[in-house]
């Protein structure tokens, strides 16, 4: 190891539970830490997940109004056109938004962030690359990732997560959704220490 941090608190992951508790620890008062594997905090939600897929949901049900909802009530759209790019870029800088407002939040409140991977090296010890991170305390809020059908290869293009179809170039003519949980849901569980 080449360097050796001490923390209250380490949190591992930056999604919607991570950061929030990095956060409020910190305004608490506790020497807290967060580390974060990708570039951008805010995790699957606001990265990849609900945020990006509501805000093209949003652009989408604007372009339906335009060209379906409007005559109802007296206004007349002719030649309303999907732009694809437009609202790519809308929902791209939603995102970078908030995840530079998360980002401004750890800064503001005096949150340490450590990029990489996290992995836990027995009791109050985290490794981050060559980085070991000392702390009384720890939280796990790694969050969610996409899981595959068995035998099914995700190519990003003609069969994809839900990642990959929100950074689709063009619009499918014909899409097929799949939900499949990774394990069942056995409930939360608690342990003390």
């Known amino acids: 190891m ?40 805010g995790g699957t939600c606001l990265r990849v997940g609900c945020i990006p897929s509501k805000a093209l949901l949003e652009s989408s049900e604007k372009y339906a109004e335009a060209r379906h909802g409007l005559a109802e009530h007296g206004v007349k759209v002719t030649g309303a056109e999907l732009d694809l790019p437009a609202m ?40 981050v690359g060559d980085l070991e991170l000392l702390a009384d305390r720890i939280i796990v809020a790694t969050g969610s990732s996409a899981a595959s059908l068995p035998n099914v290869d995700l190519d990003g293009a003609r069969i994809g997560d839900s990642t990959a179809a929100l950074a689709w170039p063009a619009v499918p003519e014909r899409l097929t959704a799949s939900a499949i949980p990774r394990r069942p849901w056995p409930g939360p569980r608690c342990r003390s220490a």
């Open 2 to 41: 080449s360097a050796v941090k001490k923390h209250d608190l380490v949190v591992i992951g930056a999604g919607p539970g991570g950061y929030a508790a990095a956060i409020r620890a910190a305004q608490l008062g506790l020497n807290t830490a967060c580390v974060e594997k990708d570039p951008r905090l």
């Open 88 to 127: 790519m870029a809308r929902k791209d800088g939603i995102v970078a938004a908030l995840t530079d407002g998360i980002a401004g939040l750890f800064k503001a409140n005096k949150v340490t962030r450590y990029e990489g991977a996290a992995r836990l090296d027995g009791p109050g010890r985290v490794l």
